[in-house]
């Protein structure tokens, strides 16, 4: 099916309603979408982050790489280049440090550029969404792609997450960027759960993150400072049994599950 001009009928309504019921995703119970506005700022690493945060307490996560442009979130997971998806039916998730994975990276030949147009990459999404085979998920975690275009808004369409966790530095084009996907979010009616404020260690003081975070109504969820060790290590699991791996994860995870049980 696709999106038609008039993305708001009634009939599309509908399909999108029923689609995560009747999906591979019905075993899932949270769907957590991780995004900002702009590139760059940090989604993907956030996305491992969360991952492994929400592992360490217990949960069983998945972790879907949705990142058309530039699928690399298995990069920071294995030192070793996965092994391509096989198809069984349905792409198995492949599993690295515990998380179930899948990235497009997976389905894809590196060399192959991806070079995809929106209506391309919508087919090719939706067919990903009802060919994973994820089993029973606690959580699920989207890393979505930059920007609020078409694929993005697909992408929330599709999955319906049932929190939204936002991305950005303080930088005031990037709180532009992140402004417009907040807008997005409370016209489509999903939850934002807070956001991650990053790298604003290497920024001067901003008045304009607070101000930007009274004007979305959304709680500071996490800070994440520029973190030597992202860039030097070679997978982000080596950070984990760190001390600020150690001490931070815990309070990402529990900040975010204090604010799940608060919003739902
Ligand atoms: N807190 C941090 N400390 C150090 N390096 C960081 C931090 N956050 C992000 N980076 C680095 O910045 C680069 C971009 O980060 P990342 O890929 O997570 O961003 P992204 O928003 O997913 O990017 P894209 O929009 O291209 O998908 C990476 O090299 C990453 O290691």
Redo the contacts with the bound molecule.
């Keep these: 099916m696709e999106r038609p001009q008039e993305c708001s009928s009634p009939e599309w309504e509908r399909f999108f309603k029923d689609f995560r019921k009747h999906s591979p995703l019905k075993e899932v119970r949270f769907i957590l979408a991780v995004g ?1 506005g ?11 982050l969360l991952a492994l945060a929400l592992k360490g307490e217990g949960f069983s996560v998945g972790l879907f790489d949705l ?1 058309f ?2 699928p ?1 979130s298995a990069l ?1 997971l294995s030192p070793e280049k996965v092994q391509p998806a096989t198809d069984v039916g349905g792409y198995k998730p492949v599993s690295l440090e515990g998380i179930k994975v899948m990235s497009l990276s997976f389905l894809i030949t590196e060399k192959e550029p991806i070079f995809m147009r929106g209506l391309m990459a919508g087919k090719l999404l939706q067919e990903l969404t009802q060919r994973v085979l994820w089993g029973p998920l606690d959580f699920l975690i989207l ?1 979505l ?2 920007g609020t275009g078409d694929i993005f808004l697909t992408m929330l369409d599709l999955y319906s997450p049932d929190g939204f966790i936002l ?1 950005t530095t303080p930088h005031k084009l990037a709180l532009a960027d992140s402004l417009r996907t907040a807008t997005i979010l409370k016209e489509k009616k999903i939850p934002l759960l807070g956001v991650v404020k ?2 604003s260690d290497l920024f001067g003081k901003e008045d304009s993150f607070e101000a930007f975070l009274k004007e979305i109504k959304a709680p500071l969820l996490f800070e ?8 030097e290590k070679e997978t982000i699991s080596e950070i984990v049994d760190t001390p600020w791996g150690n001490r931070e994860l815990k309070i990402l995870s529990q900040n975010l599950l204090k604010r799940i049980f608060r919003v739902h």
Excluded: R
């Excluded at 994440?224 to 860039?231: D, I, R, V």
């Design positions: 900002s702009k590139g760059g700022v940090g989604k993907t690493t956030l996305s491992v990142d442009y530039g690399n920071l890393d792609p930059p991305i990053n790298m994440l400072p520029f973190l030597k060790e992202l860039t």
